[in-house]
């Protein structure tokens, strides 16, 4: 056994000299050559280093007996760098019968008969301390707690689904109010029954030198914010023609409203659909499909009742199912821009707009864009940085376990938006789009309404497939009426925000800070607003 090495340390501290014991003469020197570190300093800090290593042992020691204490900070220090040096792997110290129990299938029925689980975690720890089960009894407590309060928040987002999904079908009061006074208007005023446009601007209508836009509503107060926010917002009003589509009940409530509120010097159209030639003249398709659609729809899906049955889907599924059950959805309102060329052979482009978006911008400069031959010029919804509402393809609304949509589409190909949508209508008439979209729309029907969610964006992504053109995503923000991510400043920067989803701005579910964006265009100083008590908030 060797005896114990001597260290000898010179006076000036400038060499440190160990010796073996048994007289070996030779001795390693080290010499201390930096001279801009204070030697003394070196020795102190050698001395304060060995104390600080026999001070982390000591502790890791103690932390190791004492387990169930919350370890120091040297102590843990020590314990998760010990076992490296070491070349040794830390263990779980959770019994591997908690990870059998927790990944066990759940049975309902079991859930269901087993006595009364704790409904927090208070009462849970409260009842492990009185109990102090093993570890298996302790997972399945606690399994049969977290099932119990899954299922229960499942339960609680699905009505909550299905509330909104109630509260966003329904008229509001004040929405039917101002239709009925509006209508009243209409029979007993004459200033309420001018001809839109006036006969001097009906030429502006066909002529391709202005700005046309194309709005489809039965709602006159959205249709006044889309139009007032329209003009305001544009740099040259005087050019803007803006045709706007109601239905035969609507019209006159609409044609009231902008006969009373004219937005000189745009030129404003109104018309019901009763009023075009084509559509009144044999067979329309697509009224046809709404018909059967609507039969189908009855018999296969059962409404909201049933799409809430189910037990097997994700709580977000059942919400888009529900909101596609809105009856905008299946409103001609929403179909009907699939007739554009039809609807409007004189024009060659046109601006679609849905009626719960707000302009923020001079929107001229979208006729400045190449379209390169294409008819749709919309925003791609599977890039951005809201990834909630940025990260839609063909397979987020197509269904590709049917056959017939497997073999026929790409289910990651990038989706787009409907809600402001550039269409060339002359390069739109060389092609067969709106063919193609009745066709779907018959074998979705063949299919049991299978091929697709419920809604007019899955056959529209279809008939325009190969027929779209990418914009830049400031002329269309998405999703201000079905999430509160969006912040106000970022709406504010679009130059369209779209309230697409079920809390329209004009609805009391809608989301308290985003809704300013939409009633700073609605006069609430106008009598007819005032007198059915719609209110900013």
Known sequence: MLNAMQLHISPSLRHVTVLPAKGFKDFIKVKVGSKRLSYRMVFYFLLFLTFLLRFVFVLTAIDTIDGERKCSTLGCLGKKIGPRILGKRLESTVPEVIYQVLEEPSDQTEMRTRPESPQTLDEFIAEMKVGRPDAKTFAVKLKSMVTLLEQTTRTAKIQEYLYRHVASSSIPKQLHCLALKLAHEHSTNSNARLQLPLPELVPALVDNSYFHFV???????????????????????????LHIITDRKTYAPMQAWFSLHPLTPAVIEVKGLHHF?????????VLEAMEKDQKARSQFRGGSSAIVANKTEKPKVIAAKLQALSPKYNSLMNHIRIHLPELYPSLDKVVFMDDDIVVQTDLSPLWDIDMNGKVNGAVETCRGGDKYVMSKRFKSYLNFSHPLIARSFNPSECAWAYGMNIFDLEAWRKTNISQTYHYWLEQNLKSDLSLWQLGTLPPGLIAFHGHVHAIDPFWHMLGLGYQDNTTVAEAQNAGVIHFNGRAKPWLDIAFPQLRPLWTKYVNLSDKFIKSCHIRAT
């Open 277 to 285: 030639d084509w559509f009144t003249k044999g067979k329309v398709p």
């Open 215 to 241: 709005l489809a509503s039965d709602n006159v107060l959205a249709a006044s914010v889309v139009a007032s926010s329209l003009v305001q917002n544009f740099l040259r009003p005087e050019k803007i023609v």
